[in-house]
């Protein structure tokens, strides 16, 4: 027991003389350790953090100045396209399309609003008249009637009116004058809905038209220049060739389709049309 206990002391004894010596070599190796060398390496050791963090410094003010430049490049490259952008399609248009796109424009809103009050129930059809007309015939006042729709300026009006004019000679002689002025009044309403589709075919011509202006600008400059042309000197006549013939089908897409709506429209009323003066005219038929 005894042997055992000194063999524990001596493996304590052992363990405690290493820890000591250890801890004495480490504290020795800091005190060894001279003022003028701490005080140099610390220098050092600021020298090396200071220039790391001018470097850093210098890195983020580089990046900041090319991060504004590259804002201030953004900024005026947005002005400059805000301030092209407006007078783009006037540039490209040119003196001689610009005028002619902007006459087709408002020829066609006119004609637009005026086919549009032309091709309407009430205009060609008022059901006030016609009720009128009605009432007067079965009250057997044809002299009445006959001026109730001679006063109408309407087609349907100068039809009725045309048919009672000619009723003493007959029941055929009064279809066939009513018919005439049926034909007069469908050409006439016709004839102000074709001018719609006029534009329709004349603007994708001054488009097509603007293309070949462009095209050849683009190649004159190219058998001028003795070298091969900058982009910027062929964008004058290609931005003109594109966008004249833009903005021909942007003038002529609409107006073929309100064409062909109005046109429907009008087919549509004139059978309305016929059927109408034949219900109210079949009472003299013989």
Not at 8 to 37: A, D, E, H, K
Not at 90 to 108: E, R
Not at 243 to 255: N, R
């Amino acid at each position: 027991m005894r042997k055992l206990f000194l063999n524990c002391s001596m493996v304590q004894s052992v363990s405690l003389f290493l820890l000591f010596f250890v801890s004495f070599s480490f504290f020795s190796g800091l005190i060894s350790v001279s003022p003028v060398s701490t005080v140099a390496f610390l220098a050092a050791q600021n020298e090396n953090e200071e220039e790391n963090n001018n470097e850093n410094n210098a890195e983020n003010n580089e990046a900041d100045q090319d991060v504004a430049e590259g804002e201030d490049v953004v900024a005026d490259d947005k002005e400059v396209s805000q301030d092209s952008y407006l007078f783009w399609y006037l540039k490209a248009l040119g003196p001689l399309f610009a005028p002619a796109f902007a006459i087709t424009s408002i020829c066609f809103v006119m004609l637009v609003v005026m086919n549009w009050m032309s091709i309407n129930r009430n205009n060609i059809m008022p059901q006030a008249m016609i009720d009128t007309f009605k009432q007067q015939l079965e009250e057997q006042k044809f002299q009445e009637a006959y001026e109730t729709a001679h006063a109408s300026d309407s087609p349907q009006g100068k039809i009725l009116a045309a048919g009672l004019a000619k009723m003493q000679s007959g029941y055929e002689a009064a279809q066939q004058s009513m018919s005439d002025v049926a034909e007069e009044e469908i050409m006439r309403l016709e004839q102000k809905l074709g001018w719609i589709a006029m534009i329709a075919g004349i603007a994708p011509m001054l488009g097509l038209l603007g293309t070949v202006f462009g095209m050849v600008d683009s190649f004159n400059v190219i058998a001028r220049s003795g070298t091969a042309p900058q982009a910027s000197e062929l964008a004058a006549g290609i931005s003109t060739a594109l966008i004249t013939t833009q903005v021909g089908l942007l003038i002529a897409i609409p107006a073929m389709i309100v064409y062909e709506f109005l046109r429907n429209k009008l087919a549509l009323l004139v059978l309305e049309l016929t059927v109408q003066t034949e219900n109210l005219m079949n009472r003299f038929k013989t």
